[in-house]
Protein backbone atom coordinates (compact mmCIF):
# COMPACT_ATOMS: atom_id res chain seq x y z
CA UNK A 1 0.00 0.00 0.00
CA UNK A 2 0.53 3.52 -0.48
CA UNK A 3 0.70 5.34 2.83
CA UNK A 4 1.16 9.14 3.58
CA UNK A 5 2.53 10.60 6.73
CA UNK A 6 2.29 13.62 7.71
CA UNK A 7 4.90 14.28 10.69
CA UNK A 8 6.50 11.61 9.27
CA UNK A 9 9.89 12.99 10.01
CA UNK A 10 9.05 13.55 13.76
CA UNK A 11 9.82 11.20 16.93
CA UNK A 12 6.79 9.05 17.13
CA UNK A 13 6.25 9.30 12.70
CA UNK A 14 9.78 7.93 11.90
CA UNK A 15 8.97 5.05 14.27
CA UNK A 16 5.46 4.36 12.21
CA UNK A 17 7.55 4.99 8.77
CA UNK A 18 10.00 2.12 10.00
CA UNK A 19 6.88 -0.02 10.93
CA UNK A 20 4.97 0.63 7.50
CA UNK A 21 8.00 -0.07 5.24
CA UNK A 22 9.22 -3.71 7.21
CA UNK A 23 6.20 -4.82 6.09
CA UNK A 24 6.46 -3.95 2.83
CA UNK A 25 4.28 -0.25 2.23
CA UNK A 26 5.63 2.50 0.52
CA UNK A 27 5.55 5.16 2.51
CA UNK A 28 5.11 8.97 2.36
CA UNK A 29 6.60 11.78 4.43
CA UNK A 30 5.12 15.29 4.36
CA UNK A 31 6.83 16.99 6.97
CA UNK A 32 8.48 20.84 7.50
CA UNK A 33 11.35 19.70 9.58
CA UNK A 34 10.00 22.14 12.37
CA UNK A 35 10.64 19.31 15.04
CA UNK A 36 11.06 16.95 12.90
CA UNK A 37 14.08 15.74 11.49
CA UNK A 38 15.55 14.12 8.15
CA UNK A 39 18.08 12.24 10.13
CA UNK A 40 15.03 10.26 11.83
CA UNK A 41 14.08 8.76 8.32
CA UNK A 42 16.79 9.05 6.18
CA UNK A 43 17.83 5.11 7.18
CA UNK A 44 14.36 3.53 6.51
CA UNK A 45 14.52 2.50 2.94
CA UNK A 46 11.09 2.58 0.83
CA UNK A 47 10.09 6.58 2.27
CA UNK A 48 9.97 9.58 0.65
CA UNK A 49 9.86 12.58 2.05
CA UNK A 50 8.63 16.02 0.71
CA UNK A 51 9.61 18.97 2.81
CA UNK A 52 6.69 20.86 3.25
CA UNK A 53 3.74 22.11 5.30
CA UNK A 54 0.21 20.33 6.15
CA UNK A 55 -0.75 24.76 5.74
CA UNK A 56 0.09 23.78 1.70
CA UNK A 57 -3.31 22.66 0.37
CA UNK A 58 -1.94 22.45 -3.27
CA UNK A 59 0.51 19.90 -1.98
CA UNK A 60 -1.53 18.20 0.54
CA UNK A 61 -4.01 17.57 -2.31
CA UNK A 62 -1.80 16.01 -4.96
CA UNK A 63 0.02 13.88 -2.22
CA UNK A 64 -3.78 12.70 -0.64
CA UNK A 65 -4.70 12.03 -4.35
CA UNK A 66 -2.02 8.96 -4.45
CA UNK A 67 -2.12 7.46 -1.25
CA UNK A 68 -4.38 4.76 0.36
CA UNK A 69 -4.72 6.13 3.67
CA UNK A 70 -2.95 9.03 5.60
CA UNK A 71 -2.27 9.29 9.07
CA UNK A 72 -2.11 13.01 10.31
CA UNK A 73 0.55 13.51 12.81
CA UNK A 74 1.98 16.54 12.05
CA UNK A 75 1.39 19.54 14.72
CA UNK A 76 3.59 21.70 17.00
CA UNK A 77 3.95 20.21 20.31
CA UNK A 78 5.84 20.38 23.18
CA UNK A 79 5.03 22.68 26.06
CA UNK A 80 7.99 25.02 25.67
CA UNK A 81 7.17 25.40 21.87
CA UNK A 82 3.62 26.09 22.70
CA UNK A 83 3.73 28.58 25.64
CA UNK A 84 6.71 30.42 23.72
CA UNK A 85 4.63 30.04 19.89
CA UNK A 86 0.97 30.57 20.54
CA UNK A 87 -0.23 31.17 16.60
CA UNK A 88 2.24 28.99 15.30
CA UNK A 89 0.85 26.04 17.59
CA UNK A 90 -2.88 27.34 16.28
CA UNK A 91 -2.42 27.59 12.88
CA UNK A 92 -0.59 24.79 12.58
CA UNK A 93 -2.55 22.62 14.31
CA UNK A 94 -6.16 24.13 13.14
CA UNK A 95 -5.82 24.71 10.01
CA UNK A 96 -3.37 21.96 9.16
CA UNK A 97 -6.02 19.85 10.06
CA UNK A 98 -8.63 21.38 8.70
CA UNK A 99 -6.67 21.14 5.09
CA UNK A 100 -5.80 17.51 5.34
CA UNK A 101 -9.37 16.46 6.32
CA UNK A 102 -10.84 18.44 3.48
CA UNK A 103 -8.38 16.80 1.06
CA UNK A 104 -8.99 13.16 2.62
CA UNK A 105 -12.61 13.75 2.48
CA UNK A 106 -12.40 14.71 -1.04
CA UNK A 107 -11.01 11.64 -2.22
CA UNK A 108 -12.46 9.33 0.25
CA UNK A 109 -8.63 8.44 1.93
CA UNK A 110 -9.15 6.70 5.43
CA UNK A 111 -7.69 9.31 7.70
CA UNK A 112 -6.03 8.81 11.39
CA UNK A 113 -5.38 11.48 13.27
CA UNK A 114 -3.45 11.30 16.53
CA UNK A 115 -4.81 13.54 19.32
CA UNK A 116 -3.50 14.23 22.53
CA UNK A 117 -4.11 13.39 26.49
CA UNK A 118 -3.95 17.26 26.81
CA UNK A 119 -7.80 17.44 25.85
CA UNK A 120 -8.29 16.11 29.09
CA UNK A 121 -6.99 19.62 30.36
CA UNK A 122 -6.93 19.88 34.27
CA UNK A 123 -9.71 17.74 35.07
CA UNK A 124 -8.63 16.35 38.36
CA UNK A 125 -10.16 12.62 37.44
CA UNK A 126 -6.81 10.56 37.80
CA UNK A 127 -7.51 7.98 34.58
CA UNK A 128 -9.44 9.38 31.88
CA UNK A 129 -12.16 7.47 29.90
CA UNK A 130 -12.79 8.91 26.21
CA UNK A 131 -16.19 10.74 27.22
CA UNK A 132 -14.61 12.56 29.68
CA UNK A 133 -15.36 16.12 30.17
CA UNK A 134 -12.54 18.48 28.83
CA UNK A 135 -11.61 21.26 31.06
CA UNK A 136 -9.49 23.46 29.58
CA UNK A 137 -7.73 26.57 31.18
CA UNK A 138 -8.14 30.29 30.51
CA UNK A 139 -6.56 31.62 26.55
CA UNK A 140 -4.35 34.24 28.87
CA UNK A 141 -2.45 30.80 29.79
CA UNK A 142 -0.85 29.82 26.83
CA UNK A 143 -0.43 25.98 27.19
CA UNK A 144 -4.05 25.38 26.86
CA UNK A 145 -3.89 26.92 23.51
CA UNK A 146 -2.55 23.46 22.59
CA UNK A 147 -5.16 21.43 24.25
CA UNK A 148 -8.18 23.72 22.41
CA UNK A 149 -6.82 23.07 19.25
CA UNK A 150 -6.30 19.62 19.41
CA UNK A 151 -9.87 19.48 21.14
CA UNK A 152 -10.97 21.35 17.80
CA UNK A 153 -9.04 19.06 15.38
CA UNK A 154 -11.05 16.31 17.28
CA UNK A 155 -14.55 18.06 16.49
CA UNK A 156 -13.65 19.09 13.06
CA UNK A 157 -12.84 15.28 12.32
CA UNK A 158 -16.11 13.92 13.87
CA UNK A 159 -18.30 16.67 12.28
CA UNK A 160 -16.66 15.38 9.07
CA UNK A 161 -17.81 11.70 9.88
CA UNK A 162 -21.55 12.70 10.92
CA UNK A 163 -21.82 14.64 8.00
CA UNK A 164 -20.26 13.29 4.78
CA UNK A 165 -19.29 9.56 6.42
CA UNK A 166 -15.33 10.78 5.87
CA UNK A 167 -13.75 7.58 7.33
CA UNK A 168 -11.88 9.51 10.39
CA UNK A 169 -9.79 7.48 13.30
CA UNK A 170 -8.55 10.08 16.58
CA UNK A 171 -5.93 8.40 18.79
CA UNK A 172 -5.54 10.07 21.92
CA UNK A 173 -1.48 9.68 22.85
CA UNK A 174 -0.53 9.67 26.39
CA UNK A 175 2.92 10.66 26.82
CA UNK A 176 4.80 8.28 24.31
CA UNK A 177 8.37 8.39 25.10
CA UNK A 178 11.28 6.10 23.00
CA UNK A 179 14.19 6.97 21.04
CA UNK A 180 14.74 10.15 18.74
CA UNK A 181 12.05 11.88 21.13
CA UNK A 182 14.01 15.27 22.16
CA UNK A 183 14.29 16.67 25.33
CA UNK A 184 14.25 20.26 23.27
CA UNK A 185 11.13 21.40 23.93
CA UNK A 186 10.28 20.17 27.29
CA UNK A 187 9.79 16.56 27.29
CA UNK A 188 10.52 15.21 30.78
CA UNK A 189 12.19 11.13 30.13
CA UNK A 190 14.99 12.59 27.41
CA UNK A 191 15.90 16.00 29.70
CA UNK A 192 16.46 13.69 32.81
CA UNK A 193 18.28 10.75 31.29
CA UNK A 194 20.83 13.15 29.38
CA UNK A 195 21.40 14.96 32.75
CA UNK A 196 22.00 11.70 34.41
CA UNK A 197 24.15 11.03 31.53
CA UNK A 198 26.43 13.65 31.80
CA UNK A 199 26.52 13.81 35.76
CA UNK A 200 24.27 17.48 36.08
CA UNK A 201 21.35 17.62 38.79
CA UNK A 202 17.89 16.16 37.32
CA UNK A 203 15.41 19.41 37.30
CA UNK A 204 11.98 18.10 38.98
CA UNK A 205 9.45 20.34 38.63
CA UNK A 206 6.99 21.47 41.25
CA UNK A 207 7.36 18.87 44.20
CA UNK A 208 7.92 16.08 42.15
CA UNK A 209 4.74 14.24 43.37
CA UNK A 210 2.57 14.92 40.01
CA UNK A 211 2.15 11.69 38.08
CA UNK A 212 2.60 10.37 34.60
CA UNK A 213 1.84 6.72 32.53
CA UNK A 214 4.70 6.69 30.26
CA UNK A 215 4.30 4.28 27.04
CA UNK A 216 6.75 3.11 24.86
CA UNK A 217 6.42 4.43 21.23
CA UNK A 218 6.68 0.73 19.73
CA UNK A 219 3.74 -0.45 21.52
CA UNK A 220 1.66 2.50 20.70
CA UNK A 221 2.77 1.63 16.21
CA UNK A 222 1.39 -0.92 15.67
CA UNK A 223 -2.23 -0.21 17.16
CA UNK A 224 -2.25 2.84 15.30
CA UNK A 225 -1.97 0.95 11.97
CA UNK A 226 -4.44 -1.85 13.40
CA UNK A 227 -7.51 0.98 14.35
CA UNK A 228 -7.27 2.76 10.67
CA UNK A 229 -7.55 -0.94 8.84
CA UNK A 230 -10.54 -1.16 10.59
CA UNK A 231 -13.68 0.20 9.12
CA UNK A 232 -16.17 -0.74 12.01
CA UNK A 233 -14.09 1.73 13.97
CA UNK A 234 -14.90 4.86 11.84
CA UNK A 235 -15.82 8.06 13.74
CA UNK A 236 -14.21 6.67 17.21
CA UNK A 237 -12.26 8.39 19.39
CA UNK A 238 -9.53 6.01 21.52
CA UNK A 239 -7.00 6.30 24.50
CA UNK A 240 -3.64 5.05 23.65
CA UNK A 241 -0.63 4.56 25.91
CA UNK A 242 0.00 2.94 29.38
CA UNK A 243 -1.84 2.97 32.45
CA UNK A 244 0.81 2.14 34.89
CA UNK A 245 1.76 5.74 36.39
CA UNK A 246 4.83 7.25 38.18
CA UNK A 247 5.40 10.13 40.38
CA UNK A 248 7.90 12.72 38.14
CA UNK A 249 10.38 12.40 41.63
CA UNK A 250 10.61 8.63 41.38
CA UNK A 251 11.20 8.76 37.75
CA UNK A 252 13.90 10.52 38.72
CA UNK A 253 15.63 8.42 41.24
CA UNK A 254 14.89 5.30 38.60
CA UNK A 255 16.63 7.45 35.90
CA UNK A 256 19.96 7.58 38.41
CA UNK A 257 19.56 4.26 39.66
CA UNK A 258 19.99 2.89 35.93
CA UNK A 259 22.33 5.12 34.30
CA UNK A 260 24.64 4.85 37.47
CA UNK A 261 24.59 8.24 37.62
CA UNK A 262 26.01 10.40 40.60
CA UNK A 263 23.70 13.45 40.01
CA UNK A 264 21.56 14.83 42.45
CA UNK A 265 18.00 15.85 41.99
CA UNK A 266 17.02 19.45 42.38
CA UNK A 267 13.01 20.90 42.85
CA UNK A 268 12.79 23.62 40.58
CA UNK A 269 9.51 25.88 41.26
CA UNK A 270 7.04 25.82 38.17
CA UNK A 271 7.52 29.73 37.79
CA UNK A 272 10.92 29.08 37.29
CA UNK A 273 10.91 26.24 35.37
CA UNK A 274 8.54 27.68 32.72
CA UNK A 275 7.82 31.15 31.23
CA UNK A 276 4.63 32.23 31.93
CA UNK A 277 1.32 31.00 30.82
CA UNK A 278 2.24 27.64 32.47
CA UNK A 279 -0.11 24.97 34.31
CA UNK A 280 0.93 21.50 35.30
CA UNK A 281 -1.92 18.72 35.81
CA UNK A 282 -1.11 16.56 38.51
CA UNK A 283 -2.46 13.09 37.37
CA UNK A 284 -2.82 11.22 33.80
CA UNK A 285 -3.72 8.18 33.71
CA UNK A 286 -5.51 6.60 30.79
CA UNK A 287 -8.37 4.26 30.65
CA UNK A 288 -7.48 1.75 28.07
CA UNK A 289 -10.54 -0.45 28.20
CA UNK A 290 -12.03 0.73 24.99
CA UNK A 291 -8.92 0.08 22.74
CA UNK A 292 -8.40 -3.20 24.51
CA UNK A 293 -11.90 -4.32 24.09
CA UNK A 294 -11.83 -3.38 20.00
CA UNK A 295 -8.02 -4.14 19.38
CA UNK A 296 -6.95 -5.92 21.98
CA UNK A 297 -4.45 -3.62 23.10
CA UNK A 298 -1.97 -4.19 26.13
CA UNK A 299 1.43 -2.12 26.74
CA UNK A 300 4.56 -4.36 26.63
CA UNK A 301 7.30 -2.46 27.66
CA UNK A 302 7.90 -1.58 31.44
CA UNK A 303 9.26 1.68 32.73
CA UNK A 304 12.78 0.27 33.37
CA UNK A 305 13.27 -1.06 29.69
CA UNK A 306 11.96 1.87 28.41
CA UNK A 307 14.72 4.05 30.29
CA UNK A 308 17.24 1.61 29.40
CA UNK A 309 16.90 1.95 25.37
CA UNK A 310 16.34 5.80 25.47
CA UNK A 311 19.29 5.78 27.33
CA UNK A 312 21.38 3.65 25.03
CA UNK A 313 20.07 5.88 21.86
CA UNK A 314 21.12 9.07 23.71
CA UNK A 315 24.80 7.60 24.83
CA UNK A 316 25.00 6.43 21.24
CA UNK A 317 24.05 9.76 19.61
CA UNK A 318 25.54 12.30 21.66
CA UNK A 319 28.40 9.88 22.63
CA UNK A 320 27.77 10.27 26.33
CA UNK A 321 29.15 6.91 28.04
N1 LIG B 1 9.07 17.92 34.03
C1 LIG B 1 10.13 17.97 34.92
N2 LIG B 1 11.39 18.24 34.41
C2 LIG B 1 11.61 18.44 33.07
C3 LIG B 1 10.51 18.39 32.18
C4 LIG B 1 9.25 18.13 32.70
O1 LIG B 1 9.98 17.77 36.13
O2 LIG B 1 12.78 18.68 32.68
C5 LIG B 1 7.72 17.59 34.57
C6 LIG B 1 6.59 18.47 34.02
O3 LIG B 1 6.41 19.63 34.82
C7 LIG B 1 5.41 17.53 34.10
C8 LIG B 1 6.02 16.15 33.81
O4 LIG B 1 7.41 16.29 34.11
O5 LIG B 1 4.84 17.50 35.37
C9 LIG B 1 5.86 15.68 32.37
O6 LIG B 1 6.30 16.70 31.53
P1 LIG B 1 6.32 16.58 29.93
O7 LIG B 1 6.53 17.96 29.37
O8 LIG B 1 7.24 15.50 29.53
O9 LIG B 1 4.85 16.07 29.56
P2 LIG B 1 3.38 16.68 29.87
O10 LIG B 1 3.47 17.74 30.91
O11 LIG B 1 2.90 17.17 28.57
O12 LIG B 1 2.65 15.49 30.39
Redesign the pocket.
Known sequence: MRILITGGAGFIGSHLCEFLTQRGDKVIVLDDLSTGKFENIEHIKGVECIIDSTLNQDIVRDLVKDVDMVFHLAATVG?NLVINHPIQTIVNNIQGTETVLEETCRYRRPLLITSTS?VYGKSTKEVFEEEDDQIIGPPHRHRWCYAASKAIDEFLALAYWKEKRHPVYIVRLF?IVGPRQTGQY????P??ITQALKGEPL????D?Q?T?SFAYVGDIVPPLVQIIERPDLCGTVFNLGNDKSVR?IDLAHKVIELTKSSSIIQLIPYNE?YPEGYE??RH?VPCLKKIRKAIGYTPQTSLETIIQRVTDYIQKKFRLV
Open positions: VENGMVLNFRVFGGQRIADMR
